[in-house]
């Protein structure tokens, strides 16, 4: 059993988007972060003291940590995104910024 | 408080007769039944569909056939959500995070309640609900007690794992341990199962006796009791072991989890030594339970009461009236108690709101179910010595990257006493998240004892793009022409 079967889910083809320039598959209506999960990917995303890797772990909005870089915009959480064909997701490293400073 | 159809006019002048803040049990019982009683209805919800947390479902692009799988109580929400779509009395604004009210003048209808929404990032995506009553059903978030290892990828909320599986119908992993504290530990495990997960243990740090004190309220619950026998005979079914008066205390892995270490607590939760075991896994769900969402009431002033678990939850009469004229409440927002017990105060709120008496099943349940949940916030209240599985180095505030090393030092050589001067030397708590996840641990650590605490001070209860704040209010939502 997986959840798809569990609730007799018929959804539509699935759309592609891009992780760090791999592609990976979404379903329509799928979160980012659950597009990202489904492929086995827990993690995207450093801490700006650490460099620690971190994913989502509230899946809700409201504990900031699913945070990464989507089509060029930093500091998006992935749980409440929905996947849309063709997304560009990156690894944020740190405040996001990295392009900004001199 | 008159409706608009005994008061020709009233709803004409942009101003709904209540406004419902969220939309899940309590909220959605809460709008039903105060348009079925001919008041006009604004139902603002953060969530892009209704449900809140309780009732989330699948994004309908998914095309789930048996959403239900997922839930107990779905025809519940299936005709309360027929009814929201069918009611012209109603009007539904899902996306509207409410950040502020401003408390309205009762009777006067030149002062209503004025709430004030974000829907976007953009500065014009505001929204201002007017109203001449307002009734909070935020419902409740997760408390979380730090473990070395917690920040690991994989570790997750044990709401969060529910919700990522209720919505987009994935897991974190495949092997998930399960930890914490409270019933929801058990549905959680439950749904995890059903959906194809291995569940190699359910780490709960009481040792369930607190409910023996309680069998007459038990069998005041029998829909309680069997809400928890259908998951303990599916957890059965799956080999699934529950460890009582345990907990993880170390999460392993470098990149993502791959083991946890489980301890025996003593009756204080203070682990025991020597009793440490290993368990394998991909994910862990860990939660201990969960604190009213009270920060737009608490922000008027509400009175408030401390719960047996030292949760604050708002402070009502038997008609869901918090001591701010014009403002209800119902559900979790009035101490953490379950759906059956949101619906039910979400009637007598609304019945209140619209002058009608009570009605008698609703109060029966609502006595039944809140001595439920007084023996349930006991019987799992955080032991005082959790803080013993908390090493030095382990990250207590996520955002900031906050150790328990700099806690101890602010308290034991810079002489902090309390929260918010730990937090104003050390960061914890100041990030993203508002200390929405570190809050409790860090007031513990503090020494503010109460692993719940009083909700901090917040005169935004969510993020609000500044440039909306600068923004002045243009777009007032107006109740849509009535029936009548
Ligand atoms: S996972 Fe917590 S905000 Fe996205």
Redesign the interface.
Known sequence: ????????????PARTILFDGRPVPA?????L??AL??DGV??WRT????G??????????????C?ATVNGRPNQRL?LL?AEPGDTVTTQEGHGHADLEV | MPTSKSEPGAGRAGVYDLAVIGAGPAGLAAADTAAALGLRVALLD?GSRPGG?YYRH??????????E??HHGWTAFARLRARLAASPLVDHLPGHHVWAAEAGVPGDERRPWRLHATRGPGAGDRATVLARAALLATGA??RHLPFPGW???????A???Q???K???????RRIVVAGSGPLLLAAASSLV???AEVPAIVEATSYLGYARGLPVLTGNPGKLAEGTAHGARLLRHGVRLRRSSAVVEAHGT??VTAVTVARLDARWKPVPGSERRIACD?VAIGHGLVPQIELAAELGAETVTGPDGAVALKVDARQRTSVPGLWAAGETCGVGGADLALAEGVLAARAVAGRPDGGREVAVRRRRRAFAALMAAAHAPGPDWTGWVTDDTDVC??E?VPAREIRAAVAELGAGDARTVKLLTRAGM???QG??CGPAVACLSGGGGAAGRPDSRPLSCPVPLAQLAEPVRSVEQPGPGPD
């Open positions: 059993m997986d959840p798809l079967d569990l609730v007799g889910a018929e959804p539509g379903l329509p209506g799928q979160t972060a659950a999960w489904a827990l993690a801490t700006r003291n650490g620690r890797p971190r994913g989502a772990f509230c899946g809700i909005g409201q504990c900031f940590d945070l749980c929905p | 953060a947390q699948p994004a309908p692009e998914l095309g789930a056939a048996r959403p799988k997922l978030y997760e920040t690991l990828p994989g570790v997750v909320t709401g969060g794992a919700a990522m599986l919505s987009s119908l994935v897991l974190p992993g059903a959906a194809g990149d993502r994910a996520r955002c990257e990030g993203w998240c929405r996840m």
